[in-house]
């Protein structure tokens, strides 16, 4: 068995909602993309049971991280 996260592998979508405006935030990614510009090419960094992503509202421009719980397969 092996722990994935359920949003990088396109299994699940989480959906959240801006806490300034209400707006529909979007999801740009593991935080771990947005360190350079070949941060992407890097070994993940594993966060355990989760993984951390970078979710921008659609409205308002507000950014934050979301941890994404991993799921087993």
């Given at each position: 068995?092996?722990?994935?996260c359920?949003?990088?592998?396109?299994?699940?979508?989480?959906?959240?909602?801006?806490?300034?405006?209400?707006?529909?935030?979007?999801?740009?990614?593991?935080?771990?993309?947005?360190?350079?510009?070949?941060?992407?090419?890097?070994?993940?960094?594993?966060?355990?049971?989760?993984c951390?992503?970078?979710?921008?509202?659609?409205?308002?421009n507000?950014?934050?991280?979301?941890?994404?719980?991993?799921?087993?397969?």
């Amino acid at each position: 068995m092996e722990y994935i996260c359920p949003q990088c592998n396109e299994i699940k979508n989480c959906n959240y909602i801006c806490s300034k405006c209400g707006g529909t935030m979007e999801d740009k990614g593991r935080v771990q993309e947005y360190y350079g510009p070949y941060s992407a090419d890097a070994p993940i960094e594993d966060n355990g049971n989760s993984c951390t992503h970078v979710f921008l509202c659609n409205k308002c421009n507000f950014m934050e991280r979301n941890n994404i719980k991993k799921v087993i397969i």
